[in-house]
């Protein structure tokens, strides 16, 4: 599917859904035009890229999803493969990312995705009643763009911090398996995090105090915000690594104390059993003994071994305290 804003800069209007011969006309310097592809067909991305002339490589990329995030130049166009969050709590991976490929020439953006975003679905219904996100140039565009969905990856991170704090609550009560599945799967979305904003990072940080592609003067201050709303999810991955570590650490230590006090009680009572097992085998022997055939001696070993089993334990337990 695909939809189509045409900003025109000098009625300062935004026009909608133009026919694919329409893309092919001249557009002005100051004009702008966003045309976002999801849910397509390989004959619909290879239109846009013919009337575009996008590169090969970069039509390859969009349409082979597993692509690091990265920026391409591609002469007198950038080509970004960014990655989006979906959070879904009904399935089994609660937390999953999507990619979202941009290409962005002097003067239009083109964002192809498989899947419909809920950030972009929003852009666009404001789109159809005011041009604010299309009249301060392509580079406005991209940072409104690619902040939405940075935004999107804060209530995932509470979520994260959440299940952190119910974690290290749970660990006295759970079963082993049940906590070491959910710390796993903790850790495991902590890295696809990682994985998908580092590069991020990378793309919107300066060097030597340069960006790596044209801003505006005017939009630099919302490439800054950006990139400082980037540096705190990394800040908090960082930092929900180390709490899961630590939880983790904590609990084996836990499961390991636990362990040693049942085998310290197994220990005891093995113990206690040994001289028992000695003593009943010895008057078990069927050999003549002192005094075997009166009532009176099996009622003294067994008073015996009581008085004996209990002050074995009694030792034990001072010992062990």
């Keep these: 599917m695909i939809k189509i804003h045409y900003y025109n800069s000098s009625s300062k209007t935004v026009q909608h859904d133009f026919n694919m011969i329409d893309l ?5 310097n100051e004009d702008l035009l966003w045309v976002d592809l999801y849910a397509y067909s390989y004959n619909e991305l290879n239109n846009i890229a013919d009337v575009f002339g996008f590169h090969p490589l ?23 493969v960014l990655h989006a969050p979906i959070y879904n709590e009904k399935s089994n991976n609660e937390i999953t990312t999507v990619e979202l490929n941009i290409f962005m020439g002097p003067n239009y953006i083109v964002t192809v995705h498989k899947q419909k975003l809920q950030w972009l679905g929003k852009m666009e219904n404001v789109c159809v009643n005011s041009p604010r996100f299309l009249e301060k140039g392509t580079d406005f565009l991209l940072h409104t763009i690619i902040d939405g969905i940075t935004d999107e990856y804060f209530p995932v ?16 009560d759970y079963q082993p398996k049940v ?4 710390f796993l799967a903790l850790k495991r979305t902590i890295i696809l995090i990682r994985q998908a904003i580092m590069p991020q990072r990378r793309i919107f940080s300066t060097i030597n105090g340069q960006w790596k592609f044209d801003i505006q003067e005017e939009n ?27 939880t983790l650490d904590t609990y084996f230590s836990i ?30 022997m069927n050999v003549p003994l002192p005094y075997q055939d009166t009532p009176y001696t099996t009622i003294a070993i067994s008073a015996f071994l009581v008085i004996f089993t209990w002050g074995m334990w009694i030792y034990f337990k001072k010992m062990i305290a």
């Excluded at 692509?67 to 391409?72: F, G, N, T, V």
Aim: hydrophobic letters at 35%; proline letters at 4%.
């Design 24 to 28: 092919q006309l001249p557009i002005h």
């Design 157 to 172: 991170l509470e979520r994260i911090r959440a299940r952190i704090d119910e974690l290290e609550e749970e660990i006295y």
């Design 255 to 284: 499961i390991s104390g636990k362990s040693i006090e049942k085998l310290n009680l197994l220990t005891v009572i093995s113990t206690i059993m040994l001289p028992l097992s000695v003593i009943t085998s010895f008057f078990g």
């Design 220 to 246: 630099i201050p919302f490439y800054k915000d950006l990139n400082d709303h980037l540096e705190r999810i990394v800040d908090s991955t960082e930092t929900y690594r180390d709490l899961v570590n630590s």
């Design 179 to 182: 906590v070491t599945e959910e």
């Design 58 to 80: 970069a039509v390859e990329d969009c349409l082979h999803e597993g692509s690091r995030p990265k920026m391409d130049s591609y002469g007198d166009y950038k080509f970004f």
